[in-house]
């Protein structure tokens, strides 16, 4: 119990999303993942995914911290790890990292760590490929980066992405969003009725390119004329890191009742896109606070919004 406890603590402190905990805990991880996020943070979680990964205690408890495993994890000499430098993965590791895997494990699995996969020269890059394609079983790659716009797509599209949530502050749920979104989502509000609706048809105007910024900031005046400007723009904000958290494989979890647009609308934006846009959003309620006139500022907002989307 104890022990639960203690993990439930550091599952927090790696910032890895529900989603791969779920898959962890029901022995279902993906056989290769990216880590997306800050160096020291993204270091941190793949190293106790791979600890978790390795540790003979019940999944539930993993990592233990008191397993021969553990212990040989900790003391940097476990045999069925392996990891790379940390200036980002160049072709003679490669080798070292092939001929370790043609090793027989002396446990039941073995797990490897590319740091810096958005780092990774493209000839060490593409000599991985046919590793992470064809996974021997019970193999485990965890690769990290800072951007995952800057790792090679053929990398990208062999693993599953997390992004990881502790990273820069604007990307976790405001707390002071926490009131704005619900009376959105209750509907008990008048002056929220119908907003969603009208939020979510807004969104797609502005990714399908349908409008042009000063329309876009017309239009959005125009559908949050009952609310305060700023609950607007945090309730916008909260919508997409909604989408950035499903896209980087979350569970819908703030505005559940509109699930079925959140899945549709999800795939459009990479993370990276989703967390400039909200960055873009919370800087245009900022402003809020200066004498910028309502609609100039809402306009800058949708050129910052439409140049996320197009030149990306
Ligand atoms: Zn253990």
Known sequence: MEASKANGRLDEAVGLPDALLKRLRAGELWHAVLLVGESSQAERAARWLAQ?????????DAPCGRCRSCAQFSAGSHPDFWASGDKGLKA???EALQAWLATKGHGTRKVYVLRGADEMTPVAANRMLKTL????????????AQSRQKVLSTLRSRSFTC???ASPPF???DPTSIAVVTRATSAEDPSFAGLMERVIEWTQT?????ATPWELAASWQSIAKDVPAEDGLL???EWLRELMRVRAGGQAERFGAWEEAVRRIAPIL??????????????ARLRLQSHVALLLNLEQMCVRLREVTTSW
Request: hydrophobic share 45%; aromatic share 6%; charged share 15%.
């Open 163 to 165: 992004l990881l949530s």
């Open 92 to 94: 003679g590791d490669v």
């Open 206 to 210: 502005w990714q399908s390119g349908g």
């Open 235 to 237: 309730l916008l904000a």
């Open 133 to 144: 394609e064809e996974p021997a079983p019970e193999t485990y790659a965890i690769l990290t």
């Open 52 to 60: 978790a990964l390795l540790c003979e205690a019940p999944r539930a």
């Open 270 to 283: 990479e993370v990276e896109q989703y967390a400039a846009c909200v960055q873009a959003v919370m800087e």
């Open 171 to 173: 990307l976790s749920t």
